[in-house]
């Protein structure tokens, strides 16, 4: 009996260890759907701290981006298309100024879809018209 008690617990143990943390299948609001395909690219870890166009104190930690057109606040899905990984971010900065990259990313946000390593990455973003 303890060793089935033991093999249970491991077992619990093990898949919430593996389990990753699912993004919104749908996004807030009730405009329409939106989705452009584009490249991003993270913020430099020199922005850590400094204000964002929003007003709001930038944090690598956060899951955050910068859009160039964008109301502050607009819940943005983006989608590495290498790997189909996805993260929701709130936008609170302008930007990119790079031509033919569509969003930037915080590291925390660049991290969870893989794309540390390229720097950037083509993606898909998705978000509702306001």
Known sequence: MKNKYLLCLL??????ACHRRSVPS???GSGKLVTETGYASFYADKFDGRKTSSGEVFRQSKLTAAHKKLPFGTMVKVTNLSNNKAVVVKVNDRGPFVHSRIIDLSKSAAKQID???AG?????IEYRKP
């Open 11 to 16: 077992l619990i143990t093990i898949l919430v």
């Open 26 to 28: 749908s996004l807030p």
């Open 120 to 124: 950037v990455a083509k993606v898909k």
């Open 115 to 117: 794309m540390i390593g």
